[in-house]
T-cell receptor, first 120, second 116 residues
């Protein structure tokens, strides 16, 4: 079946504009994650959705960042008033289960190819 | 809180030589451990994981890693590398507590460059 799909693959925007990044997880995966990959910074956790539970937003770097997941499937990451330091690759991942169930650790995260965001 | 340190940002090695990519972690609770690989222009994929049992785990493409609890390490090894192993490798942990299950904390990555 299809893997995790992210769109757009590349996005160039001007400083101060808002952007929306989309993630289509693997069908049936209940857990969805957003990470940010910056040069020399590794992968930084942003937000985590699991089923109908309240999302774990502990990694969002500022209130300019928000994410939602509609119908337990597609997720959108929104960055308002973009800054140059927001330039990075934004990665989405999904897994079959999450939230600490023992079986979740046997379900690896499946990553999309990311959206490369450049803020000029 | 958890943190992961990958001690080498870049590791150049010749083809057919052995390689070790180092990973240390810090956590106040027990963790599960993972290695992910990112080939050029591709997404991340799971290489191997340690959940319990034998501390030596084997993954895809001939890689293996050993969990050392006393040294809080999870180093990745391969006895003989190929050009196709050139990629970035990420060590990650997830805490064994209910409300944070599945949330991976990654290291900064090690770029493995295999030369002919």
């Amino acid at each position: 079946g299809a893997g995790v799909s992210q769109s757009p693959s590349n996005k160039v925007t001007e400083k101060g504009k808002d952007v929306e990044l989309r993630c289509d997880p693997i069908s049936g995966h209940t857990a969805l994650y957003w990470y940010r990959q910056s040069l020399g910074q590794g992968l930084e956790f942003l937000i985590y959705f699991q089923g109908n539970s309240a999302p774990d937003k502990s990694g969002l770097p500022s209130d300019r960042f928000s994410a939602e997941r509609t119908g337990g499937s597609v997720s959108t990451l929104t960055i308002q008033r973009t800054q140059q330091e927001d330039s990075a690759v934004y990665l989405c991942a999904s897994s079959l289960v999450g939230r600490g169930r023992p079986s979740s650790y046997n379900s690896p995260l499946h990553f999309g190819n990311g959206t490369r965001l450049t803020v000029t | 809180a958890q943190s992961v340190t990958q001690l080498d940002s870049q590791v150049p090695v010749f083809e057919e030589a052995p390689v070790e990519l180092r990973c240390n972690y810090s956590s106040s609770v027990s963790v599960y451990l993972f290695w992910y690989v990112q080939y050029p222009n591709q997404g991340l994929q799971l290489l191997l994981k340690y959940l319990s049992g034998s501390t030596l785990v084997k993954g895809i493409n001939g890689f293996e890693a050993e969990f050392n609890k006393s040294q809080t390490s999870f180093h990745l090894r391969k006895p003989s590398v190929h050009i196709s192993d050139t990629a970035e490798y990420f060590c990650a942990v997830t805490p064994m507590i209910y409300n944070q299950g599945g949330k991976l904390i990654f290291g900064q990555g090690t770029e493995l460059s295999v030369k002919p």
